[in-house]
């Protein structure tokens, strides 16, 4: 009996190793691909952002090269959302304020428009 515990002993044991070499390589073979991975999601990271920076350069560019067009575009979703929105209860007499001060001060400005205009008598 003790031959057979033996040999049982020596076949677990290089059993044990076969599964510690190929489980070796197994790991070996999956860190070598994790680097790969790593690598090309690192390429693609850093393409993406050179792309996005690229676009964000290229709307800044346009933005500074026709100003009043944004302006204008926002003016007019300004005047969409503030269409669809509710009004409030005490919006009529906040916004009438605003409104009169806005007024005065557009009156101001075309007054002061019109005397520069004027031709010197």
Do not use: C, W
């Not at 503030?82 to 906040?94: H, I, M, S, T, W």
Request: net charge positive; glycine share 10%.
């Amino acid at each position: 009996m003790s031959e057979r515990l033996r040999k049982a002993g020596h076949a677990s044991r290089r059993a044990l190793e076969q599964a510690k070499t190929q489980s070796g390589h197994m790991l070996g073979r999956a860190l070598d691909k994790s680097a790969d991975i790593t690598d090309a999601a690192g390429t693609k990271s850093r393409a993406l952002v050179g792309r996005a920076s690229d676009g964000g350069k290229q709307a800044l560019s346009h933005i500074e090269e026709h100003p009043l067009r944004y302006i204008a575009t926002g003016v007019v979703l300004g005047l969409v959302v503030g269409a669809l929105l509710p009004k409030f209860r005490n919006e009529d007499k906040l916004v009438s304020k605003v409104g009169q001060i806005f007024s005065d001060s557009v009156q101001k400005i075309a007054d002061a428009a019109a005397d520069a205009l004027k031709p010197d008598e």
